[in-house]
């Protein structure tokens, strides 16, 4: 007799796959975070007031200007930077020449930016502190030492909306500084060519070119957390949700 063989019936099942776990999750050490720059937030504390002098000076004229009643003490300097670039001066206002303001209502649409960054990460920015092998977070105690000197973070979705307005209101700093150097450029030097050499470097290429350097510093330093910040994200779908939701 031909005997067959018996299997069994029941086999074990197979190993389960672990389901991958997701990038973002609501634990604030595990989410994605902004970590302001100390010097980004330095230059912004100094210049944003600077901004707002010089446009309160731009869109009260005439009466800001020198010979008028709002002119002294507050916009005084203005009266020597008038007569080194035009363009703040007589001849451009006598001229309605529109580029003056123009760049002004521009810079105020920037500083508004600037502005709502620094608040964020005022009132959400949350201080950095060693936790035993990794790194913890505590309540921070707020002020201008700890704005300015401590390490923080913002977190989630308001850290990556802050960071996007400052990065972009950084982008418009640098183009329109460049525009208006290049105005000049085009212009042959209209409003500025009738200075000497070292009253030029250090009455408006300095002061003017501080405008291109610190922000062109602020988008590559901003731009560099975007992108890394892409490079480890998942992708996203039509609708708004990634494909690891």
Same mark, same amino acid.
């Given at each position: 007799?031909?005997?067959?063989?018996?299997?069994?019936?029941?086999?074990?099942?197979?190993?389960?796959? !672990?389901?991958?776990?997701?990038?973002?999750?609501?634990?604030?050490?595990?989410?994605?975070?902004?970590?302001?720059?100390?010097?980004?937030?330095?230059?912004?504390?100094?210049?944003? !007031?600077?901004?707002?002098?010089?446009?309160?000076?731009?869109?009260?004229? !005439?009466?800001?200007?020198? +010979?008028?009643? &709002?002119?002294?003490?507050?916009?005084?300097?203005?009266?020597?930077?008038?007569?080194?670039?035009?363009?703040?001066?007589?001849?451009?206002?006598? #001229?309605?020449? /529109?580029?003056? #303001? #123009? $760049?002004? @209502?521009?810079?105020? =649409?920037?500083?508004?930016?600037?502005?709502?960054?620094? #608040? @964020?990460?005022?009132?959400?920015g949350t201080s950095l502190t060693a936790n035993?092998?990794? +790194?913890? $977070?505590?309540?921070?105690?707020?002020? =201008?030492?700890?704005?300015?000197?401590?390490?923080?973070?913002?977190?989630?979705?308001?850290?990556?909306?802050?960071?996007? =307005?400052?990065?972009?209101?950084?982008?418009?700093?640098?183009?329109?500084?460049?525009?208006?150097? &290049?105005?000049?450029?085009?212009? /042959?030097?209209?409003?500025?060519?009738?200075?000497?050499?070292?009253?030029?470097?250090?009455?408006?290429?300095?002061?003017?070119?501080?405008?291109?350097?610190? !922000?062109?510093?602020?988008?590559?330093?901003? /731009?560099?957390?975007?992108?890394?910040a892409l490079e480890d994200s998942a992708p996203?779908?039509?609708?708004?949700?990634?494909?690891?939701?």
């Open positions: 007799m031909v005997s067959t063989r018996h299997h069994p019936t029941d086999f074990p099942p197979p190993p389960k796959t !672990p389901s991958p776990s997701p990038v973002h999750t609501n634990n604030n050490n595990n989410k994605w975070v902004h970590t302001p720059s100390t010097a980004i937030t330095l230059w912004l504390v100094l210049s944003v !007031p600077l901004v707002l002098w010089d446009a309160a000076y731009v869109l009260l004229r !005439p009466h800001s200007m020198p +010979g008028h009643s &709002l002119h002294s003490p507050l916009w005084t300097p203005y009266a020597l930077y008038g007569t080194i670039d035009y363009i703040y001066g007589w001849p451009a206002f006598n #001229a309605r020449n /529109g580029f003056t #303001a #123009a $760049q002004t @209502v521009l810079n105020l =649409v920037e500083s508004a930016g600037y502005v709502y960054y620094l #608040a @964020v990460v005022y009132c959400h035993g092998r990794g +790194g913890g $977070q505590r309540r921070p105690r707020k002020g =201008v030492r700890w704005f300015l000197q401590e390490t923080k973070v913002v977190a989630g979705r308001r850290g990556a909306g802050a960071l996007l =307005v400052a990065y972009s209101a950084s982008v418009m700093t640098v183009g329109k500084t460049v525009l208006y150097w &290049l105005n000049e450029v085009f212009s /042959g030097f209209e409003n500025i060519g009738h200075n000497d050499l070292w009253t030029l470097v250090f009455f408006w290429i300095i002061p003017n070119g501080l405008w291109i350097v610190f !922000p062109g510093y602020n988008v590559y330093l901003l /731009g560099a957390e975007i992108v890394a996203r779908q039509r609708g708004g949700r990634s494909k690891s939701s």
